[in-house]
């Protein structure tokens, strides 16, 4: 019951890259699209979200990008630094159902 | 404010024993859910409890039940505990349970069911 796809399982990039993680939905109900960033041993916490009804939505190094027609959605990392190195997990919501998240991408960046 | 608690950190059982996984919020929060993440599987829902009182199934609550003990706590029990519940176990919290209330995640409880 795999509704959120979550790629790439692993990412490396160098500090200062850009790191970029994909997800796509089948749901065309859900409405709200958070992503969780979850550091080693820890719980996950939430990031940045995005609402459907907006193609693009930036915090600080952090941007969501939303394709609605696609039904996909993005996270980028801009100027990656070594303490972004985490797992993250992209995750959908429809109404009061309950959070659909993906598989999670580990993310290394090296110095 | 400690957020969400969750005991004990770490456990090993071995097959067919029990225990049950307690978890607390001080955020006044009226949802509470209990997750499972396993390697390349994400996290899913076992049981979550809207309010204070009721509780429901999540996407794999075989083998579990819970216990909405209290608005601040939600405990989850292994009767007998199988290899294939080794896992790390997170409880979270929010508000309600609406698309935009951020749930709020414990630290995690790794078992290991040998």
């Known amino acids: 019951q795999q509704q959120v796809k979550q790629s790439p399982q692993s990412l490396i990039v160098q500090k200062g890259g850009i790191s970029i993680i994909n997800c796509a939905y089948e749901?065309?109900?859900?409405?709200?699209f958070p992503w969780y960033q979850q550091f080693p041993g820890k719980g996950p916490a939430l990031l940045i979200a995005i609402r459907p009804d907006v193609s693009e939505k930036k915090e600080g190094r952090f941007t969501i990008s939303f394709n609605k027609s696609a039904k996909q959605f993005s996270l980028h990392i801009m100027d990656s630094q070594p303490g972004d190195s985490a797992t993250y997990f992209c995750?959908?919501?429809?109404?009061?159902?309950?959070?659909?998240f993906g598989t999670g991408t580990r993310l290394q960046v090296f110095p | 404010n400690a957020g969400v608690t969750q005991t004990p950190k770490f456990q090993v059982l071995k097959t067919g024993q029990s225990m049950t996984l307690q978890c607390a919020q001080d955020?006044?929060?009226?949802?509470m859910y209990w997750y499972r993440q396993d390697p390349g599987m994400g996290l899913r829902l076992i049981y979550y409890s809207a309010s204070e009182g009721t509780t429901d199934k999540g996407e794999v609550p075989n083998g579990y039940n819970v216990s909405r003990l209290n608005k601040r706590e939600f405990s989850l029990r292994l009767e007998s505990a199988a290899p294939s519940q080794t896992s790390v176990y997170f409880c979270?919290?929010?508000?309600?349970?609406?698309?935009?209330?951020?749930?709020?995640f414990g630290p995690g409880t790794r078992l290991t069911v040998l």
């Open positions: 995750a959908a919501i429809h109404n009061t159902d309950k959070l659909i």
């Open positions: 955020m006044n929060h009226n949802s």
């Open positions: 749901n065309t109900a859900f409405d709200y």
């Open positions: 979270a919290s929010s508000d309600y349970v609406t698309s935009t209330d951020t749930q709020y």
